[in-house]
């Protein structure tokens, strides 16, 4: 497939560059997958995909357009290519447009070992899928599911430009899944969930520990209350402080620092986290979630540190972006059949601290255990922060019952200055953190 698929890019930048483009870049992007929902003890979804896209983006001067198509037939790459040229003859000049030099691509790309060899069977997912929701619903206090899901699949990735960057390659992934309910309408009714994700089969977790662990997660939230405002120490579990990172890299992306729109945009080189905070991005971890040799421009990546005991190092640069700021790009561009390239991290985790959970806990004689966070109320101009969350109440260290209906608020720039981490760090998502505490956020309860 990858010859055969850079053969097919290579034709059409040779037949775009004939038409009147000046440069382009083209990308094939084919996949398949099966998914299986399993609810109440029903195998209630059973589906099986198969496509993929190919996309053109041509430059003639500094316009840009980019076509796409499911179709590969000649009669449709040739109009595919006459629609680009044409279209980029009518948009705006764009001055940051441009391809690599040749002299700026990566020419050792490492292997990453990113494709299982094998595939799972359709019914390897379908028993995958019964027995998490089975381990889920036989939890004490778990009333109802909302299912339980397994999915893998394999894609197939070529690219190649008129600069010379040819790369194609083949990966794999999936997931188990639970969802659950506990309790009922006259008492009160949680829900929650829980899931595995990986590259090889083989590092799944079992689909047994995945829905038990769903169960316990919705039954332990039953008897849930509210709790009196004010401003106390929050604790963020692992997977809600992920949230946390994730607006700390929206923060840090280059069109928004090029654009002006991050509270971050005059923070390069200065405390953003405390100085025993350490967030690094490593690119070419073996096996990992967003794992990739290079980027989607053609330039090397390396690992970093985003933060460096609490300092920004870096801005997160596509080589658009980086030409706005007047700066060398990073190597973090992105993009997909229909999109033009974008900055974008790879595997990026806060390093782990030396306390553990419970430390963190033991110093707190009143506060809020986040497990979940929900709504959108995060300003990503100023930093303002202010969701609704789930969690456990804190007393003298220790958790001492559930509660919800509870919203928290700071801003961005103060959480981060106050962030502690604890050692519980798992590589496992791609985007991944240790629970963490931050000191003095405003509760609103009763």
């Not at 381990?135 to 899901?149: D, F, L, P, Y």
């Not at 986040?370 to 958790?399: K, M, P």
Request: proline share 4%.
């Amino acid at each position: 497939m990858s010859d055969e698929s850079l053969n097919v890019l290579t034709d059409l930048i040779t037949k775009a560059k004939a038409a009147g483009a000046d440069a382009a870049d083209a990308i094939i992007a084919d996949g398949e997958s099966t998914s299986v929902t399993y609810r109440l003890g029903e195998l209630e979804q059973l589906e099986h995909s198969e496509g993929g896209d190919v996309g053109l983006r041509v430059l003639v001067g500094k316009k840009q357009a980019i076509v796409s198509s499911s179709d590969r037939s000649p009669e449709a790459l040739a109009e595919l290519v006459e629609r680009a040229v044409a279209m980029a003859k009518t948009v705006p000049d764009d001055e940051l447009l441009g391809l690599a030099d040749p002299d700026q691509l990566a020419t050792d790309l490492p292997d990453l070992d990113m494709c299982d060899p094998d595939d799972i069977s359709t019914e390897t997912l379908i028993e995958a899928a019964r027995t998490c929701e089975d381990a889920a619903r036989s939890i004490k206090g778990v009333t109802n599911s909302e299912g339980a899901q397994a999915n893998w699949g394999r894609s197939r990735v070529a690219i190649a430009a008129s600069n010379g960057f040819q790369r194609a390659y083949e990966s794999t992934g999936g997931s188990y899944s639970a969802s659950v309910l506990a309790g009922d309408v006259e008492t009160g009714m949680e829900t929650d969930y829980e899931y595995t994700s990986a590259v090889y089969a083989k590092d799944f977790r079992s689909p047994e520990e995945v829905g038990r662990t769903a169960g316990e997660r919705a039954v332990r939230k039953l008897g849930a209350r509210k709790v009196k405002s004010g401003k106390f120490p929050v604790v963020f579990e692992s997977r809600a402080a992920r949230g946390l990172i994730s607006h700390f890299l929206g923060a840090i992306n280059g069109s928004a620092v090029a654009r002006g729109t991050t509270f971050l945009k005059d923070s390069m080189e200065t405390a953003v986290f405390n100085d025993g905070i350490t967030i690094v991005e490593d690119p070419h971890r073996a096996r990992g979630m967003r794992s990739k040799p290079c980027d989607a421009e053609g330039l090397a990546n390396k690992s970093r540190d985003l933060i460096d005991n609490g300092v920004l190092t870096t801005w997160v640069l596509d080589l658009r972006s980086a030409r706005k700021l007047g700066l060398a790009p990073t190597g973090h561009a992105s993009r997909g059949p229909s999109s033009p390239p974008s900055p974008s991290v790879t595997n990026v985790n806060v390093v782990a601290g030396e306390k553990t959970p419970e430390q963190l806990f033991g110093e707190i004689e009143n506060g809020l255990y986040v497990t979940d966070a929900f709504g959108q109320g995060v300003n990503g101009v100023t930093g303002d922060y202010s969701r609704g969350v789930g969690g456990f109440w804190i007393e003298n260290g220790e958790l001492v019952y559930p509660v919800n209906e509870i919203t928290i608020a700071s801003n961005l720039k103060d959480m981060f200055l106050t962030l502690t981490a604890a050692n519980d760090l798992e590589l496992t998502r791609g985007i991944d953190s240790p629970t963490v505490r931050i000191d003095g956020m405003s509760v609103a309860g009763s």
